[in-house]
T-cell receptor, first 111, second 115 residues
Framework: DQQVKQNSPSLSVQEGRISILNCDYT??????FLWYKKYPAEGPTFLIS?????DKNEDGRFTVFLNKSAKHLSLHIVPSQPGDSAVYFC??????????FGTGTSLTVIP | GAVVSQHPSWVICKSGTSVKIECRSL??????MFWYRQFPKQSLMLMAT?????????EQGVEKDKFLINHASLTLSTLTVTSAHPEDSSFYIC???????????FGEGSRLTVL
């Protein structure tokens, strides 16, 4: 049973616009969430994280929003750049041990 | 934000050699650090929990003699893959828990390729 879901397998956005990647989870006890970016033929790169005590975390062009009541996580990239084209995975965990990953969303930023 | 640095980010070695991966918390103290392994198209798998000044706690199925973990200081944990084999090729990621805030921060990972 998938505890973390990314319902959009792909997303295309024009360069300069906002990219919004969504993630839903089922376990209300999850207390830590991550976003990873992965380019083809490379390992995942940690992007940004958020703990359940916060509802927003910002790092440069990347902002993660957490809505605990809706069990929903989103990643905003503003402005989107062609180099952001990659597969993005969200993940959730209990106490930072076992992480549950979504199936990924492939983002394409069109120049 | 807090930074966890992993080194090397990519290492290639011959079968039978040992490889050491370092995980450093650059601007916070981490009493506890975690080591993960990521298989293709799968979730991160927790390998072990490393506590400063004491022995690491290994997850079931992880060979402690093969994956040596040392957490000698509050800012450094090392993972040594001993007598590496091609099946050990993977992406290894560490995380550190800030002793003061409890927040968890991840390194960017180390890709190991064993020829």
């Amino acid at each position: 049973d998938q505890q973390v879901k990314q319902n959009s397998p792909s997303l295309s956005v024009q360069e300069g616009r906002i990219s919004i990647l969504n993630c839903d989870y089922t376990n209300s006890m999850f207390d830590y969430f991550l976003w990873y970016k992965k380019y083809p033929a490379e390992g995942p790169t940690f992007l940004i994280s958020i703990s359940s005590i916060k509802d927003k975390n910002e790092d440069g062009r990347f902002t993660v929003f957490l809505n605990k009541s809706a069990k929903h996580l989103s990643l905003h990239i503003v402005p989107s750049q062609p180099g952001d084209s990659a597969v993005y995975f969200c993940a959730a965990s209990l106490t930072g041990n076992q992480f549950y990953f979504g199936t990924g969303t492939s983002l394409t930023v069109i120049p | 934000g807090a930074v966890v640095s992993q080194h090397p980010s990519w290492v290639i070695c011959k079968s039978g050699t040992s490889v050491k991966i370092e995980c450093r918390s650059l601007d916070f103290q981490a009493t506890t650090m975690f080591w993960y392994r990521q298989f293709p198209k799968q979730s991160l798998m927790l390998m072990a929990t490393s506590n400063e000044g004491s022995k690491a706690t290994y997850e079931q199925g992880v060979e402690k003699d093969k994956f040596l973990i040392n957490h000698a200081s509050l800012t450094l944990s090392t993972l040594t893959v001993t007598s590496a084999h091609p099946e050990d090729s993977s992406f290894y990621i560490c995380s550190g828990r800030d002793t003061n805030t409890g927040e968890l921060f991840f390194g960017e990972g180390s890709r190991l390729t064993v020829l």
